[in-house]
């Protein structure tokens, strides 16, 4: 017999005796700038993006104006104690476990609702950097308003991905909301661009209906007032779409779907599969939509797929999608930027890879307090969201960033682009955001995102256009009356000499003439003006990418 394995190797069997599995608590320990975990500002930022954006998704579920507390308290070099409150409806007992202390659990990854959170994996995040930072466990105090309340404080067993409760109060008292106490060490707060305070800042202005009150380690309080009233309505599941589905995603669905045919289960699985778009998938396939879902198989569910690729379908439905509104944008961008010249614009639902709706909308403001204030001038700036949540890392990597400098603004009269005193808000709306990680800082580049969010900045970019021509084209009158009132005041002195008339009555006259004839200029030129909307081969540009 050959023996295989040569003196100095190591036979497998060896090897394997080190073979273990982990938990997914364990590998986000050893992994946290997949979470957001990374530099000293920007995990500072995550937890408060964490925290934040849980409360405004729960106010939003439970129909209530959402009023949020943020305090964050400095203990020591690079130690702070954070304190978050918000009004929102509580988490009942049973579950405050599973929230704070298991990594993938949460109310909003099954269910296709367009909320800021998808993952489940966020807060249990902020527990775990907490208690890596400083060996403690945080506290949460709750209450669904029927007169108890809880606090917890507890940490993560981290090879089970659970739990530890280290303390558990009960007491009568009527409040509703829910409160978190945690301390984090090795982080850093500043007053940057990429800080709690812009985060805080941006996350008013995404959502006008929010109050948020804001308390900084030096003791200052900033008050972001709601400018509308309005309590937003809670988001509603959608059905996946038919076109961007993958065989993967079909495949598992029928598997889990109940229905006993084909037939009915992409009735009831997908938006806008009448019976007729039915029909027409049965023509196109070689088997019969009759059978059993569960037992499609792959090339099957290729054949459905190429299929659906050939039928034309109506757009998703827009039911399920809340984008912040043209309206509320406008006021806000008003009230926060105050520029001379602003549009806004919300473009139709469409669908991302997997047949996921989403939806784009923008805003461009222009002069006035817009673009980045760096001392010595101004500077183009980006402000990008997901969901209403402000994206402030990780910009080179994002879907927004691409199409924004994919759009050739010198058509639009910005020639120098990134100096321009402009701020560009863009905001993706979706019941799944395609994030490049965990961390959710930025969105991946999936082509029909790209496109979308690139045909609504043309748009605007339109809007910007005309404006600043009627703007140009308004000084130069301007500077044409003023050389033409010049001359003409000398003309009348020489006129009035040569015809022994009154200067000043010779002057008033020639002003009205000029007045008139500047005037018949402006009209000529609004007439001619175009105002078709984006450039033919601008539009061929972007479909053939
Ligand atoms: N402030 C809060 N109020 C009510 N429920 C909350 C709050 N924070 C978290 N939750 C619940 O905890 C779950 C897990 O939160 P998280 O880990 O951040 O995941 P995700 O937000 O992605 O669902 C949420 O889905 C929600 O049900
Ligand atoms: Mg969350």
Redesign the pocket.
């Known amino acids: 017999m050959i023996n295989m394995v040569a003196v100095n190797e190591i036979h497998a069997d060896d090897l394997f005796k080190e073979f273990k599995e982990s938990s997914i608590t364990e590998f986000f320990r050893k992994n946290r700038a997949h979470l957001g975990y990374s530099g000293k500002l920007r995990s500072l930022t995550t937890v408060i993006h964490?925290?934040v954006?849980?409360?405004l998704?729960?106010?939003e579920e439970?129909g209530i104006l959402p009023e949020i507390y943020v305090r964050i308290e400095a203990l020591g070099k690079e130690h702070y104690k954070i304190k978050c409150v918000?009004n929102?409806?509580?988490?009942p007992l049973k579950?405050i476990s599973?929230?704070?202390g298991k990594?993938l659990?949460?109310?909003?990854?099954h269910r296709n609702v367009q909320?800021?959170?998808?993952?489940?994996?966020?807060?249990?995040?902020?527990t775990l950097f907490s208690q890596t930072t400083t060996g403690k466990p945080i506290t949460v105090k709750?209450s669904t308003g029927k007169g108890k309340v809880n606090e917890l404080d507890l940490m993560i067993d981290i090879t089970k991905n659970t739990a530890d409760i280290l303390r558990n109060e009960e007491y009568s008292e009527y409040w509703r909301?829910?409160e978190?106490d945690a301390e984090f060490k090795g982080v850093r707060f500043t007053l940057s661009e990429r800080g709690p305070f812009e985060y805080l800042r941006r996350t008013a202005i995404a959502n006008p209906h929010v109050k948020i009150t804001f308390i900084d380690p030096e003791g200052r309080k900033t008050v972001f007032d709601r400018s509308n009233q309005k309590v937003p309505t809670p988001p509603i599941p959608v059905k996946a779409h038919p076109k961007g589905l993958e065989v993967d995603e079909l495949i598992n669905m029928a598997k889990a779907n109940k229905a006993r045919k084909v037939s009915s289960f992409l009735g009831v699985a997908f938006s806008r599969m009448s019976n007729a778009r039915i029909k027409e998938i049965q023509e196109h396939v070689s088997f019969d939509l009759n059978k059993n879902p569960r037992k499609l198989t792959w090339a099957e569910c290729e054949e459905i797929i190429n299929a659906i690729d050939k039928i034309k379908f109506l757009a998703p439905p827009s039911e399920g999608l809340m984008p912040i509104g043209e309206k509320q944008i406008r006021e806000a961008v008003l009230n926060i930027v105050d520029p001379e010249f602003e549009a806004t614009l919300t473009r139709p639902t469409k669908v991302h890879s997997g047949g996921v709706p989403f939806q784009i909308e923008v805003a461009i403001a222009f002069g006035g307090n817009a673009g980045r204030n760096i001392g010595e001038g101004t500077k183009f700036e980006l402000m990008r969201f997901a969901n209403k949540a402000p994206l402030l890392f990780d910009a080179g990597g994002c879907a927004i960033t691409r199409s924004a400098s994919s759009v050739d603004w010198k058509r639009y009269g910005i020639r120098d682009f990134e100096n321009a005193p402009m701020t560009l808000f863009v905001n993706v709306i979706s019941t799944h955001i395609p994030y490049t990680s965990a961390g959710k800082q930025s969105i991946s580049e999936d082509q029909n995102l790209l496109k979308e969010i690139r045909f609504a900045l043309m748009e605007v970019g339109r809007k910007f256009q005309i404006y600043y021509s009627r703007l140009r084209k308004a000084e130069e009158r301007e500077l044409k009356k003023q050389i033409l009132r010049k001359y003409s005041a000398a003309f009348a002195a020489a006129l009035a000499e040569l015809a022994n008339r009154d200067e000043e009555k010779i002057k008033k006259e020639l002003y009205v003439i000029i007045e008139e004839k500047i005037s018949g200029m402006d009209a000529e030129e609004e007439n001619g003006e175009e105002l078709d909307a984006i450039p033919q081969e601008e539009i061929m540009k972007t479909e053939s990418e």
């Open positions: 964490e925290i954006t849980n409360s998704d729960a106010c439970a918000d929102g409806p509580g988490i579950h599973s929230v704070f990594m659990a949460g109310t909003k990854f909320l800021r959170g998808q993952q489940g994996i966020g807060v249990a995040g902020v709750t909301g829910t978190i």
